[in-house]
């Protein structure tokens, strides 16, 4: 893919492949184009020149969460289960409550925390089953309990044939990732030992 803003070239060629049932990290300092090429990579915005394919249905997480603050945590499930054309919120329900964020369905968005918000916002990512699940920056604001029952999620997501592509500046827990790629120069290249 390449991507250019005005004069300023961010991405020149890069390639990206996430292969089924696998767990990817693509590392970049800021201002390096993660931002850019994930934003393409989900369809957002259109890349200068190249081939985008993506797998149906995929699930994006972005790092700032998109949440009207004036709506309840319910109204948001029920909003994305007509969005999804669900039938039930069964699996949103099992995801909260794997999450331990239940008994709040009357609350107000904006009354919640940071880390909480984030929790929302990845369920409303993953209530659709998707196939390939984007995340951008995932476990900002998350405690240590929730933190490792994002890596079991991943995890079990992984062992289903899921795919999960995690979007950061720095990877704290490398053994976990079954590939971990750096962004540089507009370019995203396979770190040594690690599987293309």
């Known amino acids: ?24 990290a693509v590392v970049g300092e800021n201002g390096a184009g993660k931002s850019t090429l994930l934003r393409i990579a989900v369809g957002q915005v259109a890349a200068d020149r190249g081939v985008v394919e993506r797998v149906q249905p995929f699930g994006y997480c972005p790092q700032r969460a998109v949440l009207n603050d004036t709506l309840t945590v319910g109204q948001h499930l029920e909003l994305f289960r007509v969005a999804y054309e669900l039938r039930d919120l069964n699996r949103a329900h ?48 998350f405690d240590w309990d929730t933190y490792r029952r994002f890596w079991q999620l991943a995890s079990t997501l992984r062992s289903l044939g899921r795919s999960v592509l995690v979007v950061t500046h720095m990877v704290h827990e490398q053994g976990r990732f079954d590939s971990v790629r750096h962004l540089r120069g507009g370019l995203v290249t396979a770190q040594a030992g690690s599987s293309a």
């Open 1 to 24: 893919m390449w991507k250019a803003y005005g004069r300023r070239s961010v991405l020149k060629g890069a390639d990206l492949a996430i292969a089924a049932g696998s767990l990817v």
């Open 94 to 141: 099992e995801l909260l409550h794997f999450l331990h964020f239940t008994d709040r369905p009357n609350d107000r968005v904006g009354t919640l925390s940071g880390g909480t918000r984030q929790k929302l916002n990845l369920v409303l990512s993953l209530m659709h089953d998707p196939l390939l699940l984007v995340l951008d920056e995932p476990y900002q604001g």
